[in-house]
């Protein structure tokens, strides 16, 4: 039915039909009579709200993953290269809270100092029913995976935005290609002028839905790859620290 009215429109040269397929018309019929397009607002304003927040979300995680990148290296070098442990502490101390390697170097030699002070205690405590190397693996897991579930902050909204969008779009399209049909029966022709506000509504709730969805998807895949990436730094580092904090020895 759509391509006939297309075809319609297009032999007889009706350009005031085809005006009315546009965003602008659809705004504007929308706007006069929101009682005939309660459906069509309710689709517009969520797939509105849905690209706001998943750009949101796009924006701190582009800003999260690069303080990332760039602080990654430079706190396990800083860490490392420190040539007193006391000293490689207190300058992961030094750092910003919100950074990750430095609050798992942190965890670590904390669960270490809190072993040390252990042993030699009661008889059954913690220093006799755990060893070192036990109890600073089991704070450095705990760290990982505070701090990689910290990563996936936004990442279950991009996901769900670029699942669902599509459909919420096609909400519209359904509903458009619904009214198209309540006009023709209305009017009792399947005239282009009755059915071209519709159709036009149909095409562009879907286009907006794909709008919407596109980019969340990108933006997932992508820092899905840079979180996987991240993770395996934090495991990476974790191992070295549970070698330096269990043995005393250093691995780099």
Known sequence: MLQELFIAAAAGGNSNALSQMGFEHLIHEMTTQPGDFAVSWVVLLTLIIMS??????????????????????????????????????????????????????????????????????????????????????????????????????????????????????????VWGIYGALIKI???????????????????????????VAIPAVFAFNFFSKINSATISKFDTFAHDLHDFFATGSRVR
């Open 185 to 211: 029966g209305a009017t009792g022709s399947a005239s282009i002028d009755a059915v071209a506000g519709p159709v036009g509504e149909a095409l562009i709730m879907t286009a907006i839905g794909l709008f």
């Open 52 to 173: 706001a927040m998943s750009w949101y979300w796009t924006v701190i995680n582009i800003f999260r993953a690069a303080r990332l990148k760039a602080a990654a290296d430079k706190v396990t070098s800083l860490f490392w290269d420190t040539p007193n442990a006391q000293d490689a502490i207190r300058a992961m101390e030094e750092q910003p809270a919100s950074e990750p390697f430095s609050k798992i170097a942190l965890d670590a030699a904390q669960a270490a100092a809190h072993h040390q002070r252990s042993e030699g205690g009661t008889s059954g405590g913690l220093g006799e029913n755990l060893s070192r190397s036990e109890f600073v693996d089991r704070a450095l897991r705990q760290a990982v995976t505070r701090e990689s579930n910290n990563l996936q902050s936004g990442m279950t909204l991009l996901a769900t935005v670029g699942a669902t969008a599509p459909f919420v779009g096609l909400l519209g399209t």
